[in-house]
């Protein structure tokens, strides 16, 4: 029971965060699209970061709450997530310079969330 409760919570705190970081988002993009660039432009083009920082604290606290089984996992997990982004980051860096167009560094976080949703998927089919 403890543990949907902590999963609930968890989902509860993330979903919320994503819909400020959504909204913050498309309002920063759409005012500061016109704007002159300087100080002010920048700061409001960092404002969906708010968002991204309720994100962490949704995540820490959801470490915080788990048990040690459940963060272990989580951290085998993001560790060979983290080996699969560098290795695909170092090889698309090397492909860049054989002239392969560059990409954005929002591409990491991508390769990141995919690379963990696949280690994922992975280990519940390998437990079968």
Known sequence: MHEKQVARAYRAELWIAVAVYVVLLFGSITFARPMAHGLPRTVLLLLPMAGFALMIRAIVRHVARIDEYQRLRMLESLGIAFAITGAVS???????????????????????????????????????
Do not use: C, D
């Open 90 to 128: 170092f090889s698309y860096g090397f492909l860049e310079t054989a002239g392969f167009p560059k990409l954005s560094m929002f591409t990491v976080w991508i390769v990141m969330g995919v690379s963990w949703g696949a280690v994922n998927l992975a280990r519940k089919w390998m437990e079968r």
